[in-house]
């Protein structure tokens, strides 16, 4: 039986106010196997039926990782023409990927098509299989910050060409793409919030009484 004192709870509270989305890394090298340590412990995630839906990609070769980076580009002026005025002044300063810079490229998909877990949970929800992989992508953030490592998460890309460029079953579903490498800087605030494009809210906003 495992117990975890004031003292850990504190220093567990101050891990999720520390953990960041990052853009901003350094060009250093991760040690060996960080990032296969860092799947191992998403996987003890909690998951619809112990489906365990969650695949993993690391991509290392250049020419696929070109490819992402050229369709973030392609996706992101999309996106900026989607505002117009002082927003789309906002959004064009905004830096939304640490895709040239991140020593680690992982990308996540979720298996539509695995009959791990029996279809437990699924039947009539069966979005719960994406649900699992994005709590296993939680836990696998707040891991990485734990070791000093930072994690961003790039959803600026089309899902149809990253399983081109990555050759993956057409059952996955594409979920994240995430960066991986040492920040800049650490910071207890979102980038976002610093940037002044939107703030951290309290969580009455967001809680109903029935
Ligand atoms: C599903 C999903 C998708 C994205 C993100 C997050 C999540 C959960 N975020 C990061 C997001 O902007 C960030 O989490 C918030 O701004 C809050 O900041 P912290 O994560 O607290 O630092 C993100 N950030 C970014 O720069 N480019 C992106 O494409 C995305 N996409």
Known sequence: MVEFDDAFRQQLHELFVWRRDV?????????????????????LSPSVGLSQPWRFVIVDDAARRRAVIDNFRACNADALNCYSGERAAR???????????????LAVFADK?????????RATMPETTEYSV????????????????????VSILNPDRIH????????WKFIAYLCVGYPEAECD?????????????????????R
């Open 23 to 43: 853009r901003r890394f350094r060009s250093d090298p991760l040690p060996d196997g960080a990032i296969d340590r860092l799947i191992e412990t998403a996987c």
């Open 91 to 105: 959004y064009a300063a905004l830096k939304l990927s640490g895709l040239e810079q991140a020593p680690g490229h």
């Open 113 to 121: 098509a695995s009959d791990i877990g029996h279809g437990l949970g």
């Open 134 to 153: 994005v709590a296993a992508i939680t836990a696998m953030w707040l891991a990485a910050r734990a070791e000093g490592i930072g994690l961003g998460w």
């Open 164 to 171: 081109a460029i990555l050759d993956v079953p057409s059952t």
């Open 189 to 209: 605030q979102p980038e976002l919030e610093r940037a002044k494009w939107e703030h951290r809210r309290e969580a009455s906003e967001f809680t109903l009484r």
